[in-house]
């Protein structure tokens, strides 16, 4: 399986950006680390083994990044204006230089590219196609959590609602970016098991639909958990789907 490293400053970031690609041709798929996730962790928990097949293959190139928001709202230090204003920033990133990468690594100016993540992973994935349907075409978020409002302690800010599908797509009006979001597709598979709340799935699908957004819930059952086991089973169920 091959596999490439790159590195570079960006002042779109508070920290160094990385990024790696398992694969060699094939459907370019972004995959979000969990909240606190580093751009490895997705092969550290075997998800790339679990893909091993759809790789090697050449149906799927896979890249990750690091969860720069996510550990900005986890570690609890931050100011939720700050975690807010470097959640926007961590967005221009992934469409302004994350995109191209690929693009680039892709030899294809035009390629389309699909996300998919868990937990927070799945909140950056569905973004990211929310708010970009001109680049980004299918989200597979699993187990996802939707709603980060928790960590503004009571307060709300322009930068945090842009960045939150749950508060910005109710009022997004008619016009390029909701009709080209019609095109696209959001899959919310989710287990029914130990720490899972599919509610939060339901709420996002509510949203989507009322706004004429192909989605789709896919439960899994009690017996299905909220952890990587889940996980690797599910994925690669949709990238044959989808990929």
């Known amino acids: 399986m091959q596999q490439q490293h790159w590195n570079w400053n960006t002042s779109r970031l508070p920290e160094p950006a990385r990024v790696v690609r398992w694969g060699h041709f094939g459907t370019p798929v972004l995959l979000f680390p969990t909240a606190g996730g580093d751009y490895e962790e997705v092969e550290r928990f075997h998800l790339i083994g679990a893909l091993g097949e759809l790789i090697d293959a050449g149906r799927v190139k896979v890249y990750s ?14 100011t939720p204006e700050y975690c807010s204003k470097v959640q926007n920033s961590f967005d221009s990133f992934i469409y302004h230089e994350v995109a191209e990468l690929i693009r680039n690594d892709c030899q294809s100016p035009s390629i389309e590219i699909l996300t998919a993540g868990a937990s927070i992973g799945a909140f950056n994935a569905v973004a990211t196609v929310c708010r970009h349907p001109d680049v980004f075409r299918v989200a597979i978020g699993m187990s996802g959590t939707y709603d980060l409002s928790k960590y503004l302690n ?4 322009l930068d945090f609602h842009y960045s939150s599908p749950v508060h910005f797509l109710p009022g997004l009006d008619e016009g390029p970016q909701l009709a080209r979001l019609r095109t696209r597709l959001i899959v919310l598979p989710t287990g029914q098991g130990q720490w899972e709340d599919i509610g939060e799935s339901w709420r996002i699908a509510n949203i ?6 192909p989605n ?15 996980w690797r089973a599910m994925l690669p169920k949709y990238l ?3 990929a």
């Not at 009571?154 to 800010?157: C, D, K, L, R, Y």
């Not at 989507?208 to 957004?213: D, E």
């Not at 789709?216 to 889940?230: A, F, Q, S």
């Open 65 to 78: 990044i690091d969860s720069v928001a996510g550990k900005h709202w986890l570690r609890g230090t931050d």
């Open 154 to 157: 009571g307060t709300m800010n």
């Open 208 to 213: 989507l639909g009322r706004k004429g957004v």
């Open 216 to 230: 789709r819930v896919d439960p899994w059952g009690r017996e299905w958990d909220h952890n990587w086991v889940t």
């Open 240 to 242: 044959e789907e989808f």
